[in-house]
């Protein structure tokens, strides 16, 4: 349908013939995403158009049809300047009906308390989704939704959560999601004066069904139970998402510690649910790791001190079934083909590292799924499908953040002891790491662990005097190269391996590096210069 004639027919048109207009357009838009540029100002002119018309009080039905259009008007970022203005935002906001700045908490309650009909829930959930498109595309909309407080009105609706109809829940919590996104200074604002976090706790609570038998120790799924809802896992996705953006650099308090050991309750038990979906059960259980992620590791106890459910005796009687859940995940993560690893897997690999390093439980249970007494001393540390093998094989990966991320996380599981490590992955697997913190001479890291000490299995034992450290495997015997040549030969051979060393060190294409006591690498002639290197004390040759 020609915007001209839209345009020119709804100058003049009454609310059933503007309805019936916009219809027709809506029908033949719906599925528009790619609009042409020649009629950005005309489809501006109709935002307008259709702004002007839900300023009029006119019929819920008539409502609806105009925020359709502007939904899909919305989608075209370079059409928004009409609808991204004061009037805009507070006629999408009372058609939402949000509470903003510019209305009064009587206006806000009565919206509240109004029982509402299909028709006039079609019309707030049509207009969250044009807010959230607004939100989206418009810088200028979102410093709007700044200064009319539309964050506010957000959280205001977070109270009658346990009401909503399910779309309602979901745009709004979407909504709540984009602003904390795009507009990082309302982050404070959103957690001092709306307790937006501790708002959100509670929409987990109840989407979640989260029943308490102990201060931070939710009730286990009922093995019979049905799996979470497919609307439900929608809600809480999008509440994690908000709770992630809110908590990314919040301060700690006596009274955050209680608020955030319960996020870390109710997403244990997000953990041990199933969904309706394999593939969604693994999107929750991604959220639930980039929240943890964000959260104090001391509070992080949460996840294995179970007093009412009990635990596993030799680990102190701590419940580590959620632990367990993040290997698998972890371990799913690495097998997906084709996956993003930076996004996908090192958010897991750094909250099993933190919790590793500050709790003993933790570590020693992962350790043994991960890094059990070695037997396999034949093949490559790197060879094979067990964890270690896929996890070592991701120590050189060519992600510099994977790589790094891989590696500290065995290193922790090692205590931080260099021997260790390399006992595991081969010194060829570990150098990146060592090089990076400076333990090439060997040592430890600077976290301080119990004293308890690995056992070595009799196969390790019998087989390490011959175990190539480089590789961390023991090798067959190679045939000597040189075993067959003359003197003459083998010098020949020598003079010509240093003259290439010589010409690739004057290119500057390598340099010749040396480890100093600290183990730190540096160029060699400094590391040969040093009066503390190789100084026994003998003025023998």
């Known amino acids: 349908m020609d915007l001209n004639s839209i345009l020119s027919q709804?100058?003049?048109?009454?609310?059933?013939?503007?309805?019936?207009?916009?219809?027709?357009?809506?029908?033949?838009?719906?599925?528009?995403?790619?609009?042409?540029?020649?009629?950005?100002?005309?489809?501006?002119?109709?935002?307008?158009?259709?702004?002007?018309?839900?300023?009029?009080?006119?019929?819920?039905?008539?409502?609806?049809?105009?925020?359709?259009?502007?939904?899909?008007?919305?989608?075209?970022?370079?059409?928004?300047?009409?609808?991204?203005?004061?009037?805009?935002?507070?006629?999408?906001?009372?058609?939402?009906?949000?509470?903003?700045?510019?209305?009064?908490?009587?206006?806000?309650?009565?919206?509240?308390?109004?029982?509402?009909?299909?028709?006039?829930?079609?019309?707030?959930?049509?207009?969250?989704?044009?807010?959230?498109?607004?939100?989206?595309?418009?810088?200028?909309?979102?410093?709007?939704?700044?200064?009319?407080?539309?964050?506010?009105?957000?959280?205001?609706?977070?109270?009658?959560?346990?009401?909503?109809?399910?779309?309602?829940?979901?745009?709004?919590l979407r909504l709540l999601f984009l602003l904390s996104a795009l507009r990082p200074d309302l982050r404070g604002v959103l957690r001092r004066e709306c307790h937006a976090v501790k708002l959100l706790t509670e929409v987990l609570e109840h989407t979640l069904d989260v029943r308490w038998v102990g201060p931070y120790e939710a009730a286990p799924p009922d093995p019979q139970a049905l799996p979470l809802p497919a609307e439900d896992n929608e809600r809480a996705m999008e509440a994690l998402k908000a709770a992630f953006n809110l908590t990314l650099s919040c301060t700690r308090g006596e009274e955050d510690d209680h608020q955030f050991r319960l996020i870390v309750a109710i997403l244990r038990h997000l953990l041990m649910q199933k969904t309706e979906t394999e593939e969604k059960t693994e999107e929750a259980h991604s959220h639930a790791v980039n929240l943890l992620n964000n959260l104090p590791v001391p509070c992080l106890d949460v996840l294995i001190d179970l007093p009412v459910q009990g635990g596993q005796e030799k680990y102190g009687g701590k419940n580590l079934d959620a632990v367990q859940v993040l290997l698998d995940f972890m371990e799913k993560r690495i097998d997906k083909q084709g996956s993003n690893y930076k996004e996908g897997l090192t958010p897991v690999l750094s909250l099993m590292t933190e919790g590793s390093r500050h709790h003993r439980e933790i570590r020693r249970y992962i350790k043994a799924q991960v890094l059990p007494p070695l037997k396999d001393v034949k093949n490559r540390p790197e060879i094979g499908s067990t964890v270690r093998n896929k996890l070592v094989r991701l120590m050189t990966h060519v992600d510099m953040g994977v790589k790094q991320t891989a590696a500290e996380f065995l290193f922790v599981l090692c205590k931080e002891s260099v021997d260790n490590l390399l006992k595991y992955t081969g010194y060829g697997n570990a150098a990146g790491l060592l090089v990076a913190r400076g333990l090439l001479a060997g040592g430890r890291g600077e976290t301080q662990y119990s004293e308890d000490e690995d056992s070595d299995t009799e196969e390790y034992k019998t087989a390490k005097p011959f175990i190539n450290p480089i590789t961390g495997h023991v090798e067959e015997p190679m045939p000597n190269p040189i075993e067959e040549m003359t003197e003459e030969q083998k010098e020949y051979e020598a003079n010509i391996l240093a003259n290439m060393f010589d010409k690739l060190t004057r290119q500057n294409v390598i340099r010749p590096m040396g480890v100093r006591p600290d183990g730190t690498l540096a160029p060699l002639e400094e590391t040969l210069t040093d009066p503390h290197v190789n100084d026994s004390g003998s003025d023998s040759d």
Request: proline share 2%; charged share 25%.
């Open 10 to 172: 709804l100058e003049n048109t009454n609310e059933e013939e503007t309805n019936n207009l916009l219809q027709q357009y809506n029908r033949e838009n719906s599925l528009t995403f790619n609009f042409e540029k020649k009629e950005e100002t005309l489809r501006s002119k109709l935002c307008q158009s259709v702004l002007t018309a839900l300023g009029r009080q006119v019929q819920p039905s008539c409502q609806r049809t105009c925020l359709e259009t502007l939904r899909i008007l919305s989608r075209d970022k370079h059409v928004l300047s009409p609808v991204a203005t004061r009037e805009g935002m507070l006629i999408l906001g009372r058609m939402a009906r949000l509470h903003t700045g510019e209305e009064g908490d009587d206006n806000q309650k009565n919206c509240q308390e109004d029982t509402q009909t299909e028709e006039e829930e079609r019309v707030v959930v049509e207009a969250l989704k044009c807010l959230c498109n607004v939100v989206f595309n418009s810088p200028a909309a979102q410093q709007v939704s700044v200064d009319v407080q539309l964050a506010h009105g957000l959280c205001k609706s977070l109270h009658t959560a346990s009401t909503w109809n399910h779309e309602v829940g979901l745009f709004t």
